[in-house]
């Protein structure tokens, strides 16, 4: 004679068969799309930051960048700025460096340049006066590089960065407004 709980105990083990059969398959394809993300990332896939990134850095104009950066050679070794008011450290935030990189890479992958081959230069500049609390301040710019057909760290070609603006309100590829200390010394070590 059979038992009652055989048809019950049966449906079960069944069922939890189904469900662990299931449950590997969606492992499986979860590990899948992870190896994936590896690959492409290992591969410079510029996917990580999304392809609409929405801008957040500070920028400057070509025009601005190659007068600070002829006001910092000119202001070397002269007795113009005081010590006191020399800058003594720069500040920027994670964020916004990361946001600037994304940005790069995203513009760069609409090119068809490999996500290898790019890289930053950082410029010194000096604040030209002008009636700001930055007037005479030193600090850097950014300045997007790419591998040239020579095989060397190559500047996006001062035609581009003249002429390429990302957002109405005048965005380049020169990331600058980082601030200085002594004008933000909020938190620093060493003043």
């Keep these: 004679m059979r038992s009652k709980t055989t048809p019950v105990l049966t449906t079960v083990l069944f069922l939890a068969l189904v469900f662990s059969g299931y449950?590997?398959?969606t492992q499986k394809k979860e590990i899948k799309t992870l190896q994936a993300k590896i690959?492409?990332?290992q591969a410079g896939s510029t996917s990580?930051?999304?392809d609409s990134v929405v801008l957040t850095y500070?920028?400057?104009?070509y025009e601005e960048f190659e007068?600070?950066?002829?006001?910092?050679k000119t202001s070397i070794g002269g007795n113009a700025i005081d010590a006191a008011s020399e800058t003594k450290s720069l500040w920027m935030s994670m964020d916004e460096m990361q946001n600037y990189l994304c940005v790069v890479r995203n513009h760069?992958?609409?090119m068809g340049l490999n996500a290898n081959d790019l890289g930053l230069r950082i410029y010194f500049i000096r604040y030209k006066p002008s009636g700001t609390e930055f007037d005479n301040k030193l600090s850097v710019a950014f300045i997007p590089t790419y591998k040239s057909e020579r095989g060397t760290a190559a500047d996006y070609d001062a035609t581009r960065l003249k002429s390429t603006t990302i957002m109405e309100g005048g965005q380049t590829f020169i990331m600058n407004r980082i601030m200085p200390c002594p004008v933000n010394c909020d938190g620093v070590l060493l003043k």
């Design 39 to 41: 690959s492409e990332l």
């Design 108 to 110: 760069a992958k609409e």
């Design 58 to 61: 500070s920028s400057i104009s």
């Design 67 to 72: 007068q600070n950066v002829n006001y910092f």
């Design 48 to 50: 990580c930051c999304g």
């Design 23 to 25: 449950y590997i398959y």
